[in-house]
C-alpha cells in the first residue's frame, strides 16, 4: 500500500514539475522559503547564488504563484477539525494602493480555521466567508462564534443557519479580550508580505496569501503535537510532493 501511494505521488510531482528547467526539489525549496520568511524574490535570488545557481527573481515570483495553491490544498488535508469555538476578524491588506480585506478565523487553541481575501468589507463578504469556513469543513460543528462588533456577522450567522449550513444557531458573542487571540495571529500572516506598496494585483495576492496559511498551519503541526522544526516540515512537503528527502544527516 505504501509502495503504492509513493509511486502515485512521484507520478503526480513529474507532472506538477514538468517543463521545469529546475530541479523540483529546489523548486519547493524556494517556494517555502518565501511562504515562510520575511525575503523578498531578490533575497531568495541571492541565496540561490550563494549556492552557484542562478534564477532571476521573476522565475521565483512564477514559482510562488503556481505552486502556493497547491501546497495549500494538500496540506489543507492535514488540518486538525476545529474544536467549535471560533473566533473570526478581519484585517487590511494593500493591493495596488488600495486597501482590501482579509477574513480569517481560528479557533479557541489557536489553530487556523479558514480565510478569504475579498474587496469589500460588507455583508455579503461575511456571508460568503461563512459559507466558506462552513463548506470546507462540514462535519465540524460550530458552537461558539466570537467576532468584533461589526453589524455584518449576525445576519451573516442567521444566513448560514437559514441556508442549513449550520446544524444548529451557535452563541455568539462580542468581546474585546478574547479576540486579542486571533487579532496577535494576523500578525503571523502579514509580516511575510511585501512593506512597500504591498500586493500589485488582487488574484496574484490571494494566491500568495494561500501559501503564507499553508506554511503557518504547517509550522504549528496542525494543531495536533506542537511547533514542527523546519526540517520536518521540509520533510512533508518533500513527501507530498513526491520528491526524495533533503537535508539528510
Same mark, same amino acid.
Given at each position: 500500500?505504501?509502495?503504492?501511494?509513493?509511486?502515485?505521488? +512521484?507520478? $503526480?510531482? =513529474?507532472?506538477?514539475?514538468?517543463? *521545469?528547467?529546475f530541479e523540483a526539489a529546489l523548486i519547493v525549496q524556494a517556494v517555502s522559503q518565501y511562504l515562510r520568511y520575511p525575503l523578498s524574490y531578490r533575497d531568495i535570488e541571492e541565496l540561490f547564488l550563494e549556492r552557484g545557481?542562478?534564477?532571476?527573481?521573476?522565475?521565483?515570483?512564477?514559482w510562488v504563484l503556481t505552486y502556493a495553491p497547491p501546497i495549500e490544498r494538500r496540506l489543507r488535508t492535514f488540518r486538525k477539525p476545529h474544536c467549535g469555538s471560533v473566533r473570526i476578524d478581519e484585517t487590511?491588506? +494593500?493591493? $495596488?494602493? =488600495?486597501?482590501?480585506?482579509?477574513? *480569517?478565523?481560528?479557533?479557541?487553541?489557536?489553530?487556523?480555521v479558514n480565510f478569504l481575501l475579498i474587496a469589500r468589507r460588507d455583508l455579503e463578504a461575511a456571508k460568503r466567508f461563512f459559507r466558506k469556513m462552513v463548506e470546507d469543513q462540514p462535519l465540524s460543528a460550530l458552537d461558539?462564534?466570537?467576532?468584533?462588533?461589526?453589524?455584518?456577522y449576525p445576519p451573516a450567522i442567521v444566513t448560514a443557519r437559514n441556508d442549513g449550513l449550520l446544524a444548529?444557531?451557535?452563541?455568539?458573542?462580542?468581546?474585546?479580550?478574547?479576540?486579542?487571540?486571533?487579532?496577535?495571529?494576523?500578525? *503571523?500572516?502579514?509580516k511575510n508580505m511585501p512593506r512597500i506598496g504591498g500586493f500589485r494585483c488582487f488574484h496574484p495576492a490571494r494566491r500568495i496569501i494561500q501559501g503564507f496559511e499553508a506554511l503557518l498551519c504547517l509550522r504549528e503541526g496542525f494543531g495536533f503535537a506542537g511547533a514542527w522544526t523546519v526540517r520536518?516540515?521540509?520533510?512533508?512537503?518533500?513527501?507530498?510532493?513526491?520528491?526524495?528527502?533533503?537535508?539528510?544527516?
Open positions: 500500500m505504501l509502495s503504492a501511494i509513493a509511486a502515485k505521488l +512521484k507520478r $503526480r510531482s =513529474q507532472d506538477d514539475f514538468k517543463g *521545469r528547467h545557481l542562478e534564477v532571476d527573481h521573476s522565475t521565483i515570483n512564477r487590511y491588506i +494593500k493591493i $495596488r494602493g =488600495q486597501w482590501r480585506y482579509l477574513y *480569517r478565523a481560528i479557533d479557541k487553541h489557536g489553530n487556523p461558539r462564534i466570537g467576532t468584533d462588533g461589526a453589524s455584518t444548529r444557531t451557535p452563541l455568539h458573542y462580542v468581546t474585546k479580550h478574547l479576540q486579542q487571540g486571533i487579532e496577535s495571529d494576523h500578525f *503571523r500572516v502579514k520536518e516540515q521540509n520533510h512533508l512537503l518533500a513527501v507530498y510532493f513526491g520528491l526524495p528527502a533533503v537535508n539528510e544527516v
